[in-house]
């Protein structure tokens, strides 16, 4: 749904690891940021927020709003991603470990990315929270996913 209040996308997200198939309902906004992260960050499983996370309630930003912290419930799907010399290993909760070369990852990430972000494009304005809290985690959402979006 073309929500203006929700600043963030759901929708169902499916994510093909190796032989494995995962789908879930998704907040794939903060999915699609968490993938830019793990361009150049390792993500470990059920450590840091879920790959695909069921919500992300809130959003802080830090000082220079370039940062953005998504704080959600725990429930979602995760996996691991760690950078090696071989390129990006995925390692999911299965225990399925798959290994893509960087530009591979990149362009499938960048797919991704770009999908959601031209929903967000063609959407109706998203209505800013009077929240200064909420508002800055927003902006910085967006100026933390234009920088990571090379």
Not at 3 to 27: F, M, P, R, S, W
Not at 54 to 78: F, P, Q, R, T
Not at 89 to 116: C, P, Q, R, W
Request: one cysteine or more.
């Amino acid at each position: 749904m073309d929500e203006q209040n929700d600043l963030c996308l759901h929708g169902k997200a499916v994510a093909i690891i190796g032989d494995e198939t995962l789908e879930y309902d998704a907040t794939v906004s903060s999915t699609a940021l968490y993938l830019l992260k793990s361009l150049t960050e390792n993500h470990v499983i059920y450590h840091d927020n879920p790959m695909l996370p069921c919500c992300g309630h809130s959003m802080y930003a830090n000082e220079k709003l370039n940062n953005v912290d998504i704080v959600g419930c725990s429930n979602g799907i995760d996996w691991s991603i760690t950078h090696t010399s071989e390129g990006i290993e995925v390692v999911t909760d299965a225990g399925n470990k798959t290994v893509i070369g960087l530009e591979d990852y990149k362009k499938n990430v960048y797919s991704f990315v770009d999908m959601i972000e031209d929903y967000y494009n063609k959407s109706l304005p998203k209505t800013l929270p009077d929240d200064k809290v909420d508002r800055d985690g927003y902006i910085a959402f967006w100026n933390e996913w234009r920088r990571r979006r090379l």
